[in-house]
């Protein structure tokens, strides 16, 4: 016969599995019907290298698995699944999207100033730093294109760097195991020309303000970039 010390024993451990039960589901709950869609939605990104993680039932992390091929298109195709996922999820009442840190992504042409600045404060995957050959390169140097790309934030140099190499010089140090510092310097015989950003107009600075280095906008909201010519054409 069953003695109340067993069923007292049963009912013990009955309670602690539904207390571990609810722990696990609360801590780990099920992805938000709407998030799962977003990912099933979207042409399958492991040719390029992205998966996509779901903490807490609404939290989207894109992850870079290998580096995204040079000189193809598939850096463009991942700009392209990257940014039609942040625009599901968000659109998610508390959703969220990122990609892991040390990646990024480069949504569209952005002079390169810019993201070295964002970059240097964030410290994880790769930071750039400029050396001027004169006070005259300045200019060109950061506002140089790049974009759109996407992944490492190291294999995003790289390949800038690469498809860049008539104009720029890019020496890497490897800082820490996640952490690669590119030095980049104009070449002297660098040919290089300003052509208007894509989008237009822009904000216009507000008088007596001192624009950023990588901000070139006039009076009228035009907005400038410079890009190598040998790259371009």
Do not use: H
Request: overall charge positive; glycine content about 6%.
């Amino acid at each position: 016969m069953m003695t109340k010390a067993f069923w007292a024993i049963v009912c013990m451990f009955a309670i602690a599995a539904a207390a571990y039960a609810y722990v696990v589901y609360w801590t780990n709950p099920r992805p938000l019907p709407e998030v799962v869609a977003c990912t099933q939605a979207l042409p399958n990104a492991k040719d390029i290298g992205i998966s996509f993680d779901i903490t807490n039932g609404k939290e989207v992390t894109a992850k870079f698995g290998q580096s995204i091929t040079p000189g193809s298109r598939r850096a463009e195709d991942a700009v392209a699944i990257l940014d039609a996922m942040s625009r599901c999820v968000t659109a998610v009442r508390g959703a969220t999207f990122a990609v892991e840190r040390g990646s990024a992504i480069v949504s569209e042409e952005a002079p390169i100033g810019a993201l070295a600045s964002i970059w240097q404060a964030d410290q994880s995957g790769a930071v750039a730093i400029f050396s001027l050959n004169s006070e005259g390169d300045r200019r060109p140097l950061n506002n140089l294109r790049i974009g759109p790309d996407a992944g490492p934030k190291s294999d995003i140099l790289s390949r800038w760097c690469a498809s860049n190499r008539a104009c720029v010089q890019c020496k890497e140090t490897r800082l820490s195991p996640n952490l690669v510092s590119f030095n980049i310097s104009l070449k002297p015989d660098a040919k290089i020309k300003e052509v208007p950003m894509a989008k237009q107009p822009w904000p216009i600075p507000a008088p007596g303000s001192k624009p950023s280095d990588w901000n070139l906008v006039d009076a009228s909201g035009r907005r400038t970039i410079y890009q190598c010519v040998n790259d371009a054409g």
